[in-house]
Nanobody, 123 residues
Framework: QVHLQESGGGMVPPGGSVRLSCVASETANVMGWFRQPPGKEREGEREGVACIVPRRQYTYYRPSVKDRFAISQDNAENALYLQMNNLTSEDSGIYYC???????????????WGQGTQVTVSS
C-alpha cells in the first residue's frame, strides 16, 4: 500500500503563497490534494482541490482554485506538489495528499491518505 507524507503547511497572509509537498512510498495511478476546511471535521467533508494522472500529465482543479493553484509531480522523487498563490481565508484548512484511481470533477476514487498539513491564511 502506498504511504504518503505531506509537508509545507503553515500560516500565510492573504495574497501570499505556499508550496505543499507530498512524498509517496511508490508511484500511484492518480494523485491528488484535498482540504478539510475549519469546522468540518468529518472525513466525508474533505473537498477535492486538484488531481493529476502522472503518466498522462492530465490535471483537474476545483474551479475556485484553477487560476491560482498548480499541481505537479516528480516521478524520480515520487513526490507531489501543490503551489498555492494569491491565497484567501477560504483556502484555510488541513490539506491532505491522496492516492487513487480516478482524476475527475467528482474527486472520487481516492482511498489512501496522508496525515495532513495545516494551512492557515490570516493577517
Amino acid at each position: 500500500q502506498v504511504h504518503l507524507q505531506e509537508s509545507g503547511g503553515g500560516m500565510v497572509p492573504p495574497g501570499g503563497s505556499v508550496r505543499l509537498s507530498c512524498v509517496a512510498s511508490e508511484t500511484a495511478n492518480v494523485m491528488g490534494w484535498f482540504r478539510q476546511p475549519p469546522g468540518k471535521e468529518r472525513e466525508g467533508e474533505r473537498e477535492g482541490v486538484a488531481c493529476i494522472v502522472p503518466r498522462r500529465q492530465y490535471t483537474y482543479y476545483r474551479p475556485s482554485v484553477k487560476d491560482r493553484f498548480a499541481i505537479s509531480q516528480d516521478n524520480a522523487e515520487n513526490a507531489l506538489y501543490l503551489q498555492m498563490n494569491n491565497l484567501t481565508s477560504e483556502d484555510s484548512g488541513i490539506y491532505y495528499c491522496a492516492a487513487g484511481n480516478y482524476c475527475s470533477r467528482g474527486f472520487s476514487g481516492f482511498d489512501i491518505w496522508g496525515q495532513g498539513t495545516q494551512v492557515t491564511v490570516s493577517s
